[in-house]
């Protein structure tokens, strides 16, 4: 997964019942007319499902909003979630922005979102190569 700095919506925030990022300019990626990927990544143990509600958001001055849409990421009790999607092509405007809500009180959860170059994809066991060795 490759990503910078200017490119974080959330960078491993605590969860709270609601949040707002920041705006991310999204122009460089619409110009090259090619998918603009957003991943999402839920970490930590909480005691019961939670789902997490991201609104995205686009906007021309960072002032008047307009959604795009919901995406909803399901997170089980102790294990972490990773969801990938693509910006809708309709995303024209210079700025885009993610406001979450989630489903039921969460302790000790991390949330991570952000604009990736591809699909997070992990390894395997037995595809990651280190230094000539198979990693198991």
Same mark, same amino acid.
């Given at each position: 997964?490759?990503?910078?700095?200017?490119?974080?919506?959330?960078?491993?925030?605590?969860?709270?019942?609601?949040?707002?990022?920041?705006?991310?300019?999204?122009?460089?990626?619409?110009?090259?007319?090619?998918?603009?990927?957003?991943?999402?990544?839920?970490?930590?143990?909480?005691?019961?499902?939670?789902?997490?509600?991201?609104?995205?958001?686009?906007?021309?001055?960072? /002032?008047?909003?307009?959604?795009?849409?919901?995406? @909803?990421?399901?997170?089980? &009790? =102790?294990?972490? !979630? +990773?969801?990938?999607?693509?910006?809708?092509?309709?995303?024209?405007?210079?700025?885009?922005?993610?406001?979450?809500?989630?489903?039921?009180?969460?302790?000790?959860?991390?949330?991570?979102?952000?604009? /990736?170059?591809?699909?997070?994809?992990?390894?395997? @066991?037995?595809?990651?190569? &280190? =230094?000539?060795? !198979? +990693?198991?």
């Amino acid at each position: 997964m490759i990503t910078d700095q200017f490119c974080i919506f959330f960078d491993n925030e605590a969860v709270a019942a609601s949040g707002i990022s920041a705006a991310v300019n999204v122009s460089p990626f619409a110009g090259r007319d090619e998918p603009v990927n957003v991943t999402m990544i839920i970490n930590g143990a909480n005691a019961a499902a939670v789902t997490l509600t991201a609104n995205i958001q686009e906007s021309d001055d960072k /002032t008047n909003w307009e959604s795009l849409g919901t995406v @909803p990421v399901t997170k089980p &009790d =102790a294990l972490a !979630v +990773v969801k990938t999607f693509i910006l809708p092509r309709e995303t024209k405007k210079k700025f885009v922005r993610v406001i979450y809500s989630v489903s039921a009180t969460t302790t000790g959860l991390t949330f991570w979102a952000g604009i /990736t170059r591809d699909h997070f994809a992990p390894y395997a @066991p037995g595809q990651y190569i &280190d =230094a000539g060795k !198979v +990693v198991a």
